[in-house]
């Protein structure tokens, strides 16, 4: 049996399983919801995110550090990374209008009420400034930004050094054989991770299933399914396009080789956590050249913001439209920018998403408040936004490597070498 079957079987089944306790409520028994809900299955299924997360700084510091010295060896680190950042903002902002334009036609706010959906008091929390974003992300540490897990400034550190490594001559060569030789250990290391990913999928969703709650989808249904709409087309269709149209792959081969990362990024909801599996997908599947996986797949995990782009320009019209508010095309221009520029500005700070979205509703004068209207549904649209940000990660490192001449054919195309071990 394959990997990827043997999650999708460890998806339903945790799901179906938690809905199954949650309807019966045997969540009501203490023994059962104390040692065995609260206590096994939630601590099976953290323990698989914390080991994919242990993986992600000495994943990216080691494959970006390489990635920067083959690139600064052979002068294309600024050429690659305009490229890389370009496609990156460039999807971002397809995003948000495509988002935008769905939500106009459907209108998912229209005919709501305070009477049937109250906002819940919502404590937005304040947007960092330019300035201050700009600075951020320079560590004065490196290694204090690796324990704090800083992802930005270690992507610089990282650059830096690398681009150090290829100016430095027979030293930085040996130096560099270290570091590829560590890097190789490492992705044999999340392979052994990878290969639990059944069980701790299957202990996250029933952890979901658990936790569901209809009534608050029932009452932003149409928020919520016009979200998930959005999403679906960007994923597949956009996202097609655009490796067809740069590419000229096929871009079915693409999604059929995505879809083991793609089912880790669904049940974890953490781009992050899911990084080192893309990273390994994009290399060893769809036969990116490491010194491009290992520059695009980390600089996406960390600043491509498709998924939650979507879910703000759905949002911003939603309330919107709950609010009684007519956005003008000056206010619906701000958006798409605004999320844009803000996918990488916010990319450092935790809670992203919603820091996002705040600074958003600010540039176009809705109440923040709002945001409490969707945050009930907001866990299981996570889960479908970081897929899709996945799937962004490697179409990026996919163009850009077809681009530059670094892209394997051969391994794209080998269908019969991809029956999992």
């Known amino acids: 049996m394959s990997l990827t079957f043997k999650i999708i079987i460890g998806m339903i089944a945790g799901l179906v399983l938690g809905v199954f306790c949650q309807v019966f409520q045997l969540t009501n028994y203490p023994i059962l919801n104390d040692f065995v809900f609260d206590g096994f299955v939630d601590g099976v299924g953290q323990i698989f ?12 510091f080691l494959s970006l550090t390489c990635g920067a010295a083959s690139l600064g060896a052979s002068g294309s680190i600024g050429r690659l990374g305009g490229k890389t950042i370009s496609l990156y ?28 959906i109250e906002p819940p008091a919502y404590e937005p929390k304040s947007a960092p400034d330019v300035k201050d974003t700009l600075i ?6 490196p290694v204090a930004a690796m324990a704090q897990g800083a992802m930005l400034q270690i992507i610089v550190f990282a650059l830096l050094l690398g681009f150090a490594i290829s100016k430095s001559g027979e030293p930085g060569k040996k130096i560099l054989g270290l570091f590829e030789s560590a890097n190789t250990v490492m992705l044999k290391l999340i392979m052994v991770i990878v290969n639990f990913a059944p069980y701790g999928v299957f202990c996250l969703m029933m952890k979901l299933g658990l936790s569901i709650s ?15 709409t959005v999403l679906i087309f960007h994923g597949l269709i956009i996202y097609s396009f655009l490796i067809f149209s740069f590419t000229k792959l096929n871009p079915l081969i693409f999604l059929r080789k995505m879809r083991e990362a793609l089912l880790v990024a669904f049940s974890t ?31 996406g995990a960390t600043i491509n913001m498709d998924g939650t782009a979507i879910m703000q320009g759905v949002a911003t019209v939603f309330i919107a439209q709950f609010y009684g508010i007519v956005l003008t095309p000056d206010q619906f221009l701000m958006v798409i920018l ?11 700070v935790p809670g992203v998403g919603l820091i996002m979205l705040t600074m958003v509703l600010g540039q176009v004068g809705l109440p923040v408040e709002g945001i409490g209207l969707i945050i009930g ?45």
């Open 377 to 421: 549904v907001d866990r299981l649209l996570d889960m479908l936004r970081t897929a899709v940000n996945v799937t962004g990660d490697g179409t990026v490192a996919l163009i850009v490597a077809s681009s530059e001449k670094d892209l394997d054919h051969g391994k794209f195309h080998d269908l019969p070498s991809e029956n999992n071990k």
């Open 214 to 228: 209809p009534y608050e989808i029932l009452k932003l249904a149409k928020y919520f399914f016009t979200v998930v």
């Open 89 to 116: 903002l460039f999807t971002t902002a397809i995003a948000v209008s495509v988002a935008l334009g769905f939500a106009l036609l459907i209108n998912p706010g229209e005919g709501g009420s305070a009477s049937a």
């Open 269 to 299: 909801s953490s781009s992050g956590a899911t990084m080192p599996i893309t990273m390994s997908t994009v290399q060893n599947k769809l036969g990116v050249n490491s010194r491009i996986a290992s520059f695009s797949v980390p600089l």
């Open 49 to 60: 995110i914390v080991s994919l997360k242990m993986m992600v700084v000495p994943l990216v």
């Open 136 to 141: 951020n992300i320079f560590p004065d540490n």
């Open 338 to 348: 605004t999320a844009t520029l803000a996918s990488i500005g916010t990319a450092a």
